[in-house]
């Protein structure tokens, strides 16, 4: 049974990363850490765990379980929990789905399959999600990629899961297109059941609140979780000034995380944490390797532009 049980997808969301050790295996009492100090960040709604920002595509069933269970045990009386569902086949999404059910999930975040890049049809697509709801009673998150992956939504599609798929309550948009990330917006919150749009919209994501978004989930929140909330909350209280002092702080930071290779943007956010003495190591997952001494270097300076850091101050990335 989910441990909030009203619990919708709304607000502030951070995803948090997951520490490992040097063989690889999960620094629980780091991630325990980790978890306490993202939660205890004021105007947060819930926490995500098991997605991208955990490297979840290298853990195992067994480890996802885990990880939701520390997580249960460190702040799940808090704070609801978001599970994510990532699998190819709907038979395994499903089963995930049950285990975070039962494991006390308040909602799950729905990866595309990666089959999807070779093609999709809208029945394809209604059909994974109809195999996760008919598993669990908790609200889903369709994470909507960008159209070019051939893992996102096209709009007719979209429109017919919301439809079809009644417990689908909200999308993480990363769409990656301003037309479409309005259309989200201003077409899926204002359903006869609104379907809430979550930005993802990390290195923009001044500009993607201030066109009505009623959340977000993101991984940076990982680092910066006060900023992220403050930000959305000077966007809601229309205070732009104030927002727009927030964005010139997030904005140094967002051009490192983000810069290419995309896929080392959580690679990235680790080594932030070390340098803010927040986590031990910034150990990752094979097929990600450790970053190198001049892009630390170049996040550290991030750091130090977002007034996280002083230049003297920080520990060596590791």
């Not at 269970?69 to 190819?88: F, M």
Request: hydrophobic share 45%.
């Amino acid at each position: 049974m989910p441990r909030h049980k009203s619990y919708l997808p709304h607000g502030v969301i951070p995803a948090v990363l997951l520490p490992f050790d040097a063989e690889l295996a999960i620094d629980e009492a780091g991630f325990r850490k980790h978890l306490r100090d993202v939660a205890a960040t004021p105007g947060i709604t819930a926490i995500t765990i098991n997605a991208h920002s955990t490297e979840v595509a290298s853990c195992s069933f067994d480890e996802q379980r885990r990880i939701l269970d520390i997580a249960q045990d460190e702040i799940g009386v808090r704070l609801p929990l978001i599970n994510g569902i990532w699998a190819d086949g709907s038979l395994e999404a499903a089963r995930l789905a049950r285990m975070a059910e039962a494991g006390g999930a308040s909602a799950l975040l729905v990866f595309p399959p990666a089959p999807f890049t070779l093609g999709q049809s809208a029945a394809m697509a209604i059909a994974h999600f109809q195999h996760i709801a008919e598993a669990t009673e908790l609200p889903l998150i369709a994470f909507q990629y960008p159209l070019a992956t051939g893992q996102g939504y096209p709009p007719d599609t979209l429109l017919q899961m919301c439809e079809k798929v009644p417990s689908i309550r909200a999308i993480k948009d990363w769409i990656g297109n301003v037309p479409a990330h309005e259309w989200h917006v201003r077409t899926l919150q204002n359903l006869p059941r609104p379907v809430t749009v979550l930005s993802t919209h990390s290195a923009w994501l001044f500009a993607s609140l201030v066109l009505g978004c009623n959340g977000l989930l993101s991984g940076s929140g990982s680092v910066i979780p006060d900023l992220q909330s403050a930000l959305f909350k000077a966007v809601k209280d229309n205070d732009l000034l104030e927002a727009k002092r927030l964005n010139d702080r997030i904005e140094p930071l967002m051009r490192v995380f983000y810069a290419d290779p995309f896929v080392d943007m959580h690679n990235r956010m680790k080594e932030a944490l070390v340098l803010l003495g927040r986590i031990p190591r910034a150990y990752v997952r094979p097929p990600l390797v450790k970053i190198q001494r001049a892009e630390i270097d170049r996040i550290r300076q991030g750091l130090i532009d977002a007034g996280l850091l002083a230049k003297a101050v920080g520990r060596d990335a590791a």
